[in-house]
């Protein structure tokens, strides 16, 4: 099993920037890739980003290509996902999810562990 565990979220205003994490713990964190996705009220969860193991890979949906960055500290188990320039469109839960594997996937139902999520909350 692998516990994930987010935070970082919160209230911002538009334009600002904000630093999510998340932190596995329970098996070897550098084996999985890892994957961001977020859910709005009343819509579908929805891909985000994913890194591969190594951290040399990267992925992101078109919607945060600009802005967005997916991290990862294999030698702290967490992966981040900086926000910057945020809009009220990118108001959600957002959850990191993990898959077995050696590469992410855009996917939600190729990952095999996810966290409860933390809340952000953009206003105009």
């Known amino acids: 099993q692998l516990q994930l565990v987010e935070s970082g979220g919160g209230l911002v205003q538009a334009g600002g920037s904000l630093r999510l994490s998340c932190v596995a713990a329970?098996?070897?964190?550098?084996?999985?890739?890892m994957g961001w996705f977020r859910q709005a009220p009343g819509k579908e969860r929805e891909f985000v980003a994913h890194?591969?193991?190594?951290?040399?890979?990267?992925s992101y949906a078109d919607s945060v290509k600009c802005g967005f960055t997916i991290p990862r500290d294999n030698a702290n188990n967490k992966v981040f996902l900086q926000i910057n320039s945020l809009k009220p469109e990118d108001t959600a839960v957002y959850y990191c999810?993990?898959?077995?594997?050696?590469?992410?996937?855009?996917?939600?139902?190729?990952?095999?562990?996810w966290g409860h999520g933390t809340q952000v909350t953009v206003s105009s």
């Open positions: 890194i591969n193991w190594r951290g040399f890979s990267t």
């Open positions: 999810a993990a898959r077995w594997g050696t590469v992410g996937s855009s996917s939600p139902d190729r990952y095999d562990y």
């Open positions: 329970g098996r070897t964190f550098k084996s999985y890739p």
